[in-house]
C-alpha cells in the first residue's frame, strides 16, 4: 500500500480524487493553500484511491497522509 502525504503545513484547499480513482504518478491530486500561494500536491505513485483521509477546508500538517492508494 502506498499513501500520498501533505509537503508542506496548510489549509487543504481542494481535493480532486476520490476513493475509486485510478492515479498516475505525476498527477496532481490535491491543493493547498499556504501563506496564501496555492501548492500543488502531486502523486508520487500510481494506484487506486483506497482512501481520502482528510477534507476540503481541513488544516492539514507537514507529513500527514492526506490518500491511501491500493
Do not use: C, R, Y
Not at 496532481?28 to 482528510?54: C, R, Y
Amino acid at each position: 500500500m502506498s499513501v500520498i502525504k501533505i509537503q508542506m503545513a496548510g489549509n487543504l484547499w481542494k481535493i480532486h480524487v476520490k476513493p475509486g480513482d485510478v492515479i498516475e504518478e505525476g498527477q496532481e491530486v490535491a491543493i493547498l493553500e499556504s501563506m496564501k500561494m496555492e501548492i500543488p500536491i502531486i502523486a508520487d505513485a500510481a494506484g487506486t484511491v483506497k482512501e481520502v483521509k482528510k477534507s476540503e477546508g481541513d488544516f492539514t500538517d507537514e507529513g500527514e497522509v492526506l490518500i491511501e492508494l491500493q
